[in-house]
């Protein structure tokens, strides 16, 4: 393949003639041949809608002509649909600012303009810098890119595929509400409950895991556009930052404003780390119910086995006829991903020095991870195991009427110690409770009968 010269401030540099990106680009692609990991393609998409957004400002506030916003529109338009993936290269492990991304935008979006340009007559030309970069700075888009992609994540990833599996739980909920278990606490027999009651509890996780994300999400929706370099907005034209940001939120559908303070809006990432914390606490809850659910599935004859999930494939490679709880393992796996990366948005964000925070890469790598796999492992979750969850009545009734913890209900009309008495009789000698009472002649079976029953004790 051939390849031409391509100049930035440095000098001259070759690039692959097949290629859109210029000097930058390259620079970064050579100099930092670390890891596997790429910026995100939500990070992208996210700068072709940033770039429209202050091309058309530009273009109403007079800084910039009609023709050069059209050519920058028309390629923007493009990178925000996810084309010309192929074109954006680079590592996360980078310039701490982005700034090396930012530029990749800036490059693709002007060799291609100009190739446009050029095929349409025009004798205009798209510079990386003075046209597809005005009234910017690397500081204030990667930080604006940051926060678009984090929104649209959370808001087309995460939140539809949490609605869906409390949907689920909330419909198990209600189809064994009649069905009175056992309860446990400390791995141990409790008091009894319904199966309704306990799925309840998990819909009742999600849902408020729901409403602590939407209220992380509102600060996420500040946008740094328009602070520039230091957060003074210098080479901004006024009213920029407010309209670029109303463009913005018409071309996503979401509530983006400008920052009300830009120094902040450049230093600080403290929205990301308590949307991501809102992301954490998710994880936790998930991993809370997987785990429930493999414990209460497990056996089929060994275990607790009360539920039968789904079973999605053959479970071991030497043992015959094994199906193992595995959409409950990845949900429990992703969820520790989530923990792990909640450690890294936190280190990175408080770091950077004065005005500007320089590890954005890595923590919105990590963020939009999060919300990729939490995203995808709900979903998963849902359709292959949740929607399954059937109860085994028998397995639940048996442990249920072999629980000495109905004796709670004892406690009011015979006292504690009495109760307790009767419990550890019943266990020593292997009889039912009704058995350790008579002995005792503390009830008949009647009034046993009477009090201790699991249905009025839910």
Known sequence: MGTRIEKDSLGEVRVDDARLWGAQTQRSLENFPIGVEKMPAEIVRAFGVLKKAAALTNEELGVLDPVRAEAIVSVADRIAKGELAEEFPLAVWQTGSGTQTNMNANEVIAHLGNKNLEAAGREERLHPNDHVNKSQSSNDTFPTAMHVAAVSAVEE????????????????????????????????????????????????????????????????????????????????????????????????????????????????????????????????????????????????????????????????SIMPGKVNPTQCEALAMVSAQVMGNDVTVGIAASQGNFELNVYMPVLIYNFLQSARLLGDAMRSFDERCARGIEPDREAIAAHLERSLMLVTALSPVVGYDKAAEVAKRAHEKNISLREAVREMGLLSDEEFDRIVDPKKMV
């Open 157 to 316: 990833r995460v939140l539809p595929a949490l609605a869906r599996l409390r949907g689920t739980f909330e419909a198990l909920s209600e189809r064994y509400a009649d069905v009175v278990k056992i309860g446990r606490t400390h791995l141990m027999d409790a008091t009894p409950l319904t199966l309704g009651q306990e799925i309840g509890g998990w819909a009742s996780m999600l849902a408020h895991c729901e409403e602590a994300i939407r209220r992380a999400e509102e600060p996420v929706c500040e946008l740094a556009l328009g602070g520039t370099a230091v957060g003074t907005g210098l080479n901004a034209p006024a009213g920029f930052a407010e309209r670029a940001a109303e463009k913005i939120a018409a071309e996503t559908g979401y509530p983006f404003v400008t920052a009300p303070d830009k120094f902040h809006a450049l230093t600080s990432k403290d929205a990301l780390v308590s949307l991501h914390g809102a992301l954490k606490a998710l994880a936790a809850d998930l991993m809370k119910i997987a785990n429930d659910v493999r414990w209460l599935a497990s056996g089929p004859r060994s275990g607790i086995g009360e539920l039968t999930i789904p079973a999605n494939e053959p479970g071991s």
